[in-house]
């Protein structure tokens, strides 16, 4: 992490939940199914909240429930929210669509010592999910994947060597989307969109849903039904050990609150 204060950055985490807050709100209004994802989920476990150097959070949804946000996320978020995606801003290089604060910004590493055009606000990550059958060859072609698109994915923290190759990225996505299949079946497994290729883990259907609640800062937030399974997919039985001040991963450079 840059030259971050542990009070900014106490204040950007307080922020990024007032965002989930107003997000849970709109899909509970509207019936849309997400859970806590990757180190926001591993907070919730651990920490009850977030993880004391985490930056931004991650939330997953179901791909139909995905679409149906970004319908109307442009009329069902207040103002102090922007909605980020390739279409609301042009300058932006991701697939996976974001909430980006009005009242904060975040330079991510990558960002540093760039002329950066797209909103900066920090964020909340959205991503969407699929069900596929539990076959060999679905686990091959869902692993290379994801590796090609992060091949042609603008440079993040995840994607360090990445080249930005939209058209690329849209094929290979689409032939992941074309797995889908309904959320049923005991065998099926639970994958990442091609929108977001980071984590190459899979889930087994039966231990995402239904979904259950776990606290996060003091409020009760979805999350998966098994979440052991869940970590230990994505980060193997190690999760439950804090890793080392050298091996946590953040985004931030630096950050800024902009209101008070």
């Not at 997000?23 to 849309?32: A, T």
Request: aromatic share 12%; hydrophobic share 35%.
């Amino acid at each position: 992490m840059g030259d971050i204060s542990q009070n900014t950055l106490r204040k950007a985490q307080l922020i990024i939940l007032d965002m989930l807050i107003e997000f849970d709100s709109i899909c509970k209004k509207h019936d849309l199914k997400y859970w806590l994802d990757s180190g926001t989920l591993l907070g919730a476990v651990r920490y009850q909240g977030f993880i004391p150097w985490d930056d931004d959070i991650d939330l997953s949804m179901p791909v139909e429930d995905y679409n149906k946000f970004k319908d109307i996320a442009a009329d069902a978020l207040s103002d102090k929210i922007f909605f980020q995606t390739k279409e609301t801003d042009k300058s932006f290089k991701f697939d996976y669509i974001k909430l980006r604060s009005n009242k904060a910004k975040i330079v991510e590493w990558h960002e540093k010592d760039r002329d950066i055009n797209y909103h900066q606000g920090v964020f909340v990550d959205i991503f969407p999910m699929l069900s596929i059958d539990n076959s060999a060859e679905n686990k091959i072609f869902y692993d290379k994947t994801l590796a090609d698109i992060r091949s042609f994915s603008s440079i993040s923290l995840h994607t360090p060597n990445g080249i930005d190759n939209p058209l690329e990225r849209t094929e290979l996505t689409k032939e992941l989307c074309d797995k889908h299949q309904e959320w049923e079946g005991d065998t099926s497994k639970v994958i990442y969109g091609g929108e977001m290729p980071d984590v190459s883990a899979w889930f087994d259907l039966n231990k995402v849903l239904p979904l259950k609640s776990l606290e996060f800062e003091g409020t009760q937030f979805p999350v998966p039904n098994d979440c052991h399974h869940y970590l230990t997919e994505i980060y193997t039985s190690n999760y439950t050990q804090t890793p080392p001040k050298e091996k946590r991963k953040v985004h931030a450079f630096s950050m800024e609150i902009l209101t008070k």
